[in-house]
């Protein structure tokens, strides 16, 4: 099942809510309040264990980790925003959508939340034949949807050869599936075996098939009836357009047919979500007991973080996803009961300053680009640690790699070398090597004479914002680059207008922007970044699906090593190239990686039975073994 995930559910989305100044000097405000760290590597060793029991014919799966825990309760949490669209997972466009749809669906397997590899969950177990490229998965027998119907292989032929194939899904998932352009071959075996089959060896398709199952008995009749009399091509399209509106905001929660721990009981628009244990549920504890335990799961909407802190310290929730804002506001609010707060390390995003690398545009500029020991010295000019301090409070994290440190891609070795304070005289001595010159002002001037100026774009904050941390860091590196000798004029646009710029016209010099959600056991999910043609290929775009002929060595190295780290299943053999690919972007440095909030959450333990976090998985991975404490 593709597990919720309680961090971004409540609030810690830190880039979009931070009121800061870029000149304050407060810093290091966690100083007060212990931070205990998740130490995934020593959970791993000891946690996850599973296997499949029968019982009257049904094959549970049943959970050796946790302790047994009570039945009965009602566990309160905290949604930010305004809510969820649409309960319709596989229709969703929004995370919140996706999130809270994701509590009542399960896929055929699920990622162990410490290691990362890939254990059954609907499927009772998987086989891997023609050397990776064809994989056969083998149902649990017994299994019911909550309306008691059975589930089988046509529950899996219906959502991957037409939800995702025929592009009914609305969240990008078509295009993760596909390989080389080629969707994966899916036969109905039995009722209870399915095979998938790649054109290649890819091993990230392993990891696809934690993709929710949908309910094939209530969602086609509606199909077929509503295509009734149309031709082919009209006949999709008008079922694409009714799926996506079945499940929507306005919902009957008993029209509901689910199949993960919970189902939706109630809904409140703007101010709850009410949930209620799934009794057919096939997970069990243990002792054989079923799970859920929570009896009922509610999550109050709240719009902003003063009224999350307020809930947190009165007692009424047990969670509080921290900001530097809350974190602060955490310490001088008195709560009425004790509480740890977790560091998962940095939040799942990248943020980073890049290069426009385009061949043929106006110089002088597209030559100081282009040329690495600029690359390198800007790199050895940008303070991290004033960056951290003056956004995020000293509640960050200094990046230097594309892979997340929480991530089990990520390559120690070069991280290590990540410094969070600005050498200034290192960046002056290599620009100097190269031939760059200083005038009597201290301006910085190329070999040609040329004084070295520039343009950094980034967005514009939210209208509930005063500033975006994009835009303090802009004006951090402005004073970084000054006292370097570069001028920088920094230009704040609409996130939309800088999105056209980056991926169409190409009219930009530098940017600072960002990516999110990078998956930390899947270094492929940064593929679409990474692929010299790929859309998002910021720093140099070219053409989707045209053939390149002016690759620089480095790139079309890059092209290769992504491309050879999906063809291997062995984790090693994988980070070997994951790790090159890490290393030539530490080398060429066509972005700078610059710095992320820290993932913290406040927790009430003492509130919580079976609280297992996970630095990788989040702290809600297990929310069916919880149970709430007398």
């Known amino acids: ?90 229709a969703s466009t929004d995370s919140t959508s996706s999130q809270v749809s994701s ?29 990776g490229k064809t994989i056969i998965i083998h149902l649990r027998k017994g299994l019911k ?69 949908a309910p094939a008995h209530y969602f086609k009749p509606i199909l077929q009836k509503a295509s009734r009399g149309l031709s082919p091509e009209k006949a999709l399209e008008k079922q694409k357009q009714v799926f996506s509106s079945i499940w929507g905001g306005d919902i009957n929660p008993q029209e509901l047919i689910v199949s993960g721990p919970f189902k939706l009981n109630n809904y409140a628009k703007s101010e709850r979500l009410e949930y209620i244990n799934n009794k057919n549920y096939y997970v069990l504890d243990s002792e054989k007991n079923h799970l859920p335990y929570v009896e009922k799961l509610t999550y109050l909407i709240l719009p902003n973080d003063d009224l999350e802190v307020y809930k947190f310290t009165s007692g009424e929730i047990p969670f509080l996803g921290l900001n530097p804002d809350t974190f602060a506001l955490l310490k001088k609010v008195k709560s009425k009961n004790a509480f740890t707060v977790y560091d998962q390390g940095p939040a799942s995003s990248l943020i980073f300053w890049a290069f426009n690398l385009q061949k043929g545009r106006k110089p002088p500029a597209s030559i100081w680009f282009n040329d690495k020991s600029f690359r390198a010295a800007l790199a050895k000019a940008i303070d991290r640690e004033a960056i951290i ?42 620009l100097k090597k190269a031939g760059y010159k200083y005038d009597a002002e201290g301006n910085l001037h190329d070999k040609k004479g ?95 699906g045209k053939k390149i002929n002016d690759l620089r060595p480095w790139e079309a190295d890059i092209d290769y090593n992504v491309k050879e780290g999906t063809a291997y299943l062995d984790f090693a053999e994988r980070k070997k190239y994951y ?37 990788a998985a989040g702290l809600s991975h297990n929310i069916e073994q919880w149970y709430l404490k007398p």
Request: charged share 20%; hydrophobic share 35%; glycine share 8%.
């Open 145 to 213: 949807w909550s309306d008691g119907k059975a589930i089988t292989s046509e529950d899996i032929d219906f959502t991957w050869n037409t939800i995702l194939k025929e592009g009914f899904e609305r969240l990008g998932a078509r295009e993760t599936v596909c390989i080389d352009g080629k969707f994966p071959e899916v036969k109905i075996l039995d009722e209870y075996t399915v095979s998938f089959k790649t054109i290649r060896v890819f091993a990230p398709f392993l990891g696809e098939l934690g993709y929710s199952i």
């Open 103 to 131: 509590l009542m669906f399960s896929g055929l397997l699920e990622r162990d939340p410490w290691t990362g590899e890939m254990m059954p969950a609907l499927a009772k177990n998987y086989e891997v034949q023609d050397g």
């Open 579 to 615: 790790d090159k690919v890490q290393a030539i972007l530490w080398e060429e440095k066509p972005l700078i990686c610059l710095a992320v909030p820290k993932s913290l959450s406040a927790v009430r333990e003492n509130y919580i039975g079976n609280f297992m976090p996970s630095k």
């Open 389 to 430: 301090n003056s956004i995020y409070l000293g509640l960050g994290s200094p990046t230097c790699l594309i892979q997340p440190d929480n991530s089990i891609y990520f390559n120690k070795q070069l991280g290590s070398q990540c410094n969070s304070k600005a050498s200034l005289e290192e960046a002056k001595g290599i």
């Open 450 to 544: 040329n004084l070295i100026q520039f343009s950094l774009y980034t967005n514009a904050g939210s209208s509930s914002e005063t500033n975006s941390p994009r835009e303090l860091m802009a004006v951090l590196i402005k004073e970084n680059l000054q006292k370097l000798g570069i001028k920088l004029d920094i230009k704040v646009v609409e996130f939309n207008n800088l999105v056209a710029r980056l991926t169409q016209t190409g009219d930009w010099e530098t940017t600072i922007m960002g990516f999110s959600g990078g998956d930390p056991f899947e270094p492929n999910s940064s593929a679409n970044f990474l692929y010299s043609d790929s859309r998002l290929h910021i720093y140099d775009q070219r053409p989707a």
């Open 1 to 90: 099942m593709q597990k919720i995930n309680l961090n971004k559910i409540i609030g810690l989305c830190f880039i979009s809510i931070l009121f800061l100044s870029a000149c304050s000097d407060k810093s290091n405000i966690n100083n007060k309040i212990a931070i205990k760290q998740i130490d995934d590597t020593k959970n791993a060793k000891s946690l996850y264990k599973s296997k499949t029991i029968n019982i009257d014919g049904t094959e549970y799966k049943q959970l050796l980790h946790g302790k047994p825990g009570k039945y009965g309760g009602n566990l309160i949490l905290a949604l930010g925003g305004t809510g969820p669209k649409t309960f319709n997972y596989w």
